[in-house]
């Protein structure tokens, strides 16, 4: 058995080397950025080997800082844990006077519901809240990220549909008015603005003879070639409902020029597209997302933004969104080498902040 484990090994070795297949580095961004720039500052970072996910960062000075995919040690555990759900961060941040979504309500599985003792909070009452609200509505996971369970629902079947699958995921869901504008990440370390973008929704731009099908396909290749790892779901049942508000389909053949939007939430994981505007954001935006990650107890913060107009603008109408106290930014770094050097920058003085 030895001989055959030497034997294939040496075969392999005779293989030219552009038949054998790179293995893909499946290292989470932040543990490999952190373990490329920690020698610029003379630290050391040690990822456990098996899965990837979780590091630990040694200081010249011998202090010992810990991460977990993007989730740092630097925000305080209350505070994280409160950002990570939305209905309490909702109520804190409403209570403090920074707007939030409109007629937001939670509401819980049958399982939970039963668990904790609440009844009439179940997917029969999210139903008559959405009919008080008045169709179309938001629905989506309390404890969600990037994007994963947020719809759009124009009616009782697209309602309990989004419902049901929110809750293969997660015991609470929220049901709330849609909002309608920009929608802007701005990422905040220490009481300073380190990176601020608008998200732009997955959408294609017609060519008048591909199908929005092959358009879908084709950006998919974009990614791949970028070295994005964003995977487009085609069957999606939002994008196809989407879609079919607009009295389209997969197989519709947008005009030349026609840009065709294919979900409504604006995640970058889902095939969104970036802005950068950290040079160009009103003074006072930058005022407004440090005052809030310093209210809610952060020192790292994601705030995603909704604004009516625009952010280059002084505030006018605008609503937090949420809030993210591990703010991934993998698919921003991912869209281009100008957006990864600026996450880089920006991990490069998390490190820094850590250590102190």
């Known amino acids: 058995m030895y001989y055959k ?19 893909k580095d499946t290292t989470p961004l932040v543990g490999r950025l952190l373990q490329k720039i920690a020698p610029r500052i003379g630290a050391v970072v040690t990822m456990e080997p098996k899965w990837k996910i979780v590091g630990q960062i040694v200081y010249k000075n ?23 759900d939305k209905d309490y961060a909702n109520f804190f941040m409403k209570a403090m006077g920074y707007p939030i979504i409109p007629g937001g309500k939670t509401f819980y599985s049958d399982i939970w519901g039963k668990a904790i003792a609440k009844t009439g909070r179940d997917i029969d009452a999210a139903y008559k809240h959405a009919l008080h609200l008045g169709f179309p509505v938001i629905v989506k996971p309390n404890g969600g990220s990037q994007g994963s369970g947020v719809a759009l629902v124009s009616n009782k079947r697209e309602f309990y549909r989004a419902m049901r699958d929110i809750f293969k995921r997660d015991r609470i869901a929220i049901v709330q008015r849609p909002v309608k504008g920009k929608d802007y990440r701005i990422v905040v370390l220490d009481n300073r603005v380190i990176s601020a973008y608008q998200r732009i929704p997955l959408n294609v731009i017609g060519n008048g003879t591909s199908t929005i099908g092959q358009l879908l396909r084709k950006k998919q290749k974009e990614f791949v070639a970028s070295s994005r790892d964003t995977k487009i779901k085609i069957d999606d049942p939002r994008m196809l409902e989407k879609l079919k508000r607009q009295k389209m389909n997969l197989d519709s053949v947008p005009k030349k020029g026609e840009r065709v939007y294919l979900l409504d939430n604006a995640n970058l994981s889902t095939g969104g597209d970036s802005v950068d505007v950290t040079s160009t954001m009103h003074p006072e935006f930058r005022r407004i997302a440090t005052r809030l990650t310093k209210d809610m107890g952060l020192r790292l913060c994601g705030v995603d933004l909704m604004i009516a107009d625009d952010i280059t603008k002084k505030p006018g109408k605008y609503w937090v969104l949420e809030i993210n106290s591990a703010p991934g930014l993998d698919h921003y770094a991912r869209s281009g080498k100008a957006q990864e050097k600026i996450v880089e920058a920006l991990y490069l003085e998390v490190l820094k902040s850590m250590g102190k």
Do not use: C
Not at 5 to 19: G, I, V
Not at 63 to 84: P, V
């Open 5 to 23: 484990a030497r034997q294939t090994l040496f075969d392999k070795q005779k293989e030219p080397a552009m038949k054998r297949k790179v293995k």
């Open 62 to 84: 011998g202090k010992k800082r810990y991460f977990r995919y993007s989730s740092l040690d630097l925000n305080s555990l209350g505070a994280s844990e409160i950002a990570r």
